[in-house]
């Protein structure tokens, strides 16, 4: 039920609106707002709102460490390669589960969550020399693989869902029309749980692009990725440069923040789209 504007649920929806997006907001705005300041005005107080903002750190970034923009090259092209294998992966077992029925399915659905409660140091430690052995520590097919075996059984749990609200009258009615199981899985099933696969999308690409222990532990030169080089920035021999270490993190939050708004709406919509089916 709706409520009337200016009444007391209204204005403490409103308030508590206004809260989360403070709470999330004003470190994102204190970043940026940083990385355009004079350091010397970055950490004075009071606060300094109203400034003459300068690229300088941004410069001295490009000029110092170039290779960041290699590691966000390396960030981009694997969190891209995460996200597509993930997703495709977990479609096709979201179907199997949705649609069919077995003791081996049930146990190994219970095997796919199971393994996903693990503390990620459990599963990389004994990862390290299988790596190694098959030549593939420091490189960009490595993460990608781990990354999306890492969220691959989280998204085969929200596509099943999203393919369970469909009737399997569409399937029958596909088959009965000549298709074969993977013409109805391409023409009638995926166009319907698109908003699912988004969803399911944007939770890989968001940790791809800010995960740091597997790229710590697997990566040395070729293949590390941003939040490496900005660990570093933070831990750098000649002390931290807070601008720069700013406009660093300012400019890794680009790519991201420009994913999740083109999507917005087609998350939003599949995230909630389990909640309003009766």
Same mark, same amino acid.
């Given at each position: 039920?709706?409520? +009337?504007?200016? /009444?007391?649920?209204?204005?403490?929806?409103?308030?508590?609106?206004?809260?989360?997006?403070?709470?999330?907001?004003?470190?994102?705005?204190?970043?940026?707002? /940083?990385?355009?300041?004079?350091?010397?005005?970055?950490?004075?107080?009071?606060?300094?709102?109203?400034?003459?903002?300068?690229?300088?750190?941004?410069? *001295?970034?490009?000029?110092?460490?170039?290779?960041?923009?290699?590691?966000?090259? $390396?960030?981009?092209?694997?969190?891209?390669?995460?996200?597509?294998?993930?997703?495709?992966?977990?479609?096709?077992?979201?179907?199997?589960?949705?649609?069919?029925? /077995?003791?081996?399915?049930?146990?190994?659905?219970?095997?796919?969550?199971?393994?996903?409660?693990?503390?990620?140091?459990?599963?990389?430690? +004994?990862?390290?020399?299988?790596?190694?052995?098959?030549? %593939? /520590?420091?490189?960009?097919? @490595?993460?990608?693989?781990?990354?999306?075996?890492?969220?691959?059984? %989280? $998204?085969?749990?929200?596509?099943?869902?999203?393919?369970?609200?469909?009737?399997? *009258?569409?399937?029958?009615?596909?088959?009965?029309?000549?298709?074969? *199981?993977?013409?109805? @899985?391409?023409?009638?099933?995926?166009?319907?749980?698109?908003?699912?696969?988004?969803?399911?999308?944007?939770?890989?690409?968001?940790?791809?692009? $800010?995960?740091?222990?597997?790229?710590?532990?697997?990566?040395?030169? $070729?293949?590390?990725?941003? +939040?490496?080089?900005?660990? *570093?920035?933070?831990?750098?021999?000649?002390?931290?440069?807070?601008?720069? %270490?700013?406009?660093?993190?300012?400019?890794?939050?680009?790519?991201?923040?420009?994913?999740?708004?083109?999507?917005?709406?087609?998350?939003?919509?599949?995230?909630?789209?389990?909640?309003?089916?009766?």
């Amino acid at each position: 039920m709706r409520q +009337p504007p200016f /009444s007391p649920a209204w204005i403490l929806r409103r308030l508590g609106l206004l809260a989360v997006v403070f709470w999330s907001g004003f470190p994102i705005l204190f970043i940026v707002l /940083s990385s355009l300041k004079q350091s010397r005005d970055i950490f004075i107080f009071p606060p300094v709102w109203i400034f003459e903002p300068t690229f300088e750190h941004y410069v *001295e970034l490009w000029q110092k460490w170039p290779d960041f923009f290699t590691y966000m090259r $390396n960030s981009l092209i694997i969190a891209c390669f995460a996200t597509l294998l993930a997703v495709t992966g977990a479609t096709l077992a979201g179907y199997v589960y949705s649609r069919y029925r /077995s003791r081996l399915l049930t146990a190994s659905a219970f095997f796919l969550i199971a393994v996903r409660l693990f503390p990620p140091i459990v599963i990389t430690l +004994p990862l390290f020399p299988t790596a190694d052995w098959l030549g %593939l /520590s420091d490189t960009h097919l @490595l993460l990608v693989l781990l990354y999306a075996t890492f969220f691959v059984s %989280l $998204n085969t749990v929200i596509m099943k869902t999203f393919i369970d609200g469909l009737s399997t *009258e569409l399937d029958d009615a596909a088959r009965v029309d000549g298709a074969t *199981e993977w013409q109805t @899985l391409w023409r009638v099933i995926l166009p319907l749980t698109a908003q699912g696969m988004v969803a399911a999308a944007v939770f890989v690409f968001v940790f791809s692009w $800010n995960e740091f222990l597997f790229a710590f532990i697997f990566t040395t030169s $070729n293949a590390k990725t941003t +939040p490496l080089i900005i660990s *570093e920035l933070m831990g750098a021999l000649t002390g931290v440069d807070w601008g720069m %270490l700013f406009a660093a993190v300012s400019l890794q939050l680009v790519p991201i923040g420009i994913f999740v708004i083109v999507l917005q709406r087609f998350l939003i919509a599949g995230l909630t789209a389990g909640s309003l089916k009766g």
